[in-house]
């Protein structure tokens, strides 16, 4: 089977060709409208590696882009974040209804000399899967395209001195209302979310039971959400949302219950515990385990 080509998209007006778009007024910034994109090829998908930051807020991608197979929250759109170096696979599916939207594309170069340039990396979403997109309801669209709509108004109206500036601070109102809409999608999606905090138990009970610690080491939080198909900085927001804590943190809790169980219940030495919890050395397992209890492992083990 030959495989099919994937595009290599390095600026905006690359991605204007292949949409079927006219070239863009910035070279550096395009809010489109996905109604009118044409992608200029005659097969069923279309593959590409882009080199800019995209923002897309859509109507009727069901089935169309790799979302996954999650059931809608709103009756609204689905807004998708991709970042430099992403792979993007699209489904073209041209029967009723045509998918509808708005896109921001923003090129890193518009960033430059900008805090933003920074900043923009800090915030997770950005990192998550297709399948991890935000569903916004009408009220949240309302407010997300009025801030696109002002950005587009600046970038047509006026390029000079002061336009990176002014479009670069509604970019960060922007990214704002993201943080907030996707930490109002984990209380909304609780249902979705504790079944995933429920995988994460079992597979951290059945890494430590396993008897393979000492010879893998501790699991690490890429091969847990792999493990779970989500992204590491999905698990790693919702899990801080959910319970105030880092994966990382997470997986500590979990081996020092299980090391304060072994402690109990055994009589395996302190050093065969730590090895057997994947330690190469004692003494990190006896520091981890008084950060976390403010005892050591043998002054835990006196007192029970």
Known sequence: ????????LNSISDFHKIA????????????????????QTDDSEISWLQHFYCIGLKHDMKGRFRYGHQQYDFEGGIVSMVSPGQLVQI???????????????????FLWNNPMAKKIKEYDYFGYSVNEALFVSEKEEEVILDVLQKMKQEYHNNIDAFSQ??????????????????QRQFITRQKSNHLILEKLENLLNSYFRSGDLAEKGLP????????????TNYLGTLLKSLTGQTTLQHIHSKLIETAKEKL???KLSVSEIAFEL???????????????????????????
């Open 165 to 182: 500036g002014i479009i670069l601070a509604h970019l960060e109102v922007l990214l704002n209302y993201f943080e907030r809409f996707y």
């Open 91 to 109: 489904t073209i599916d041209k029967t009723p209804p045509k998918p509808t939207g708005i896109i921001l594309c923003l090129h890193p170069d």
């Open 278 to 304: 994947g330690f190469e050395h004692s003494q990190s397992f006896n520091r981890l385990f008084k950060s976390k209890t403010g005892v050591t492992p043998l002054e835990y083990r006196s007192w029970n």
């Open 264 to 266: 109990s219940t055994t």
């Open 1 to 8: 089977m030959k495989n099919k080509q994937v595009l290599v």
């Open 220 to 231: 690490q939080a890429q091969d847990i959400a792999s493990e779970l198909n989500i992204s």
């Open 20 to 39: 079927g778009l006219p070239a863009p007024e910035h070279p550096l910034v395009s809010v489109i409208d996905y109604g009118l994109v044409d992608y």
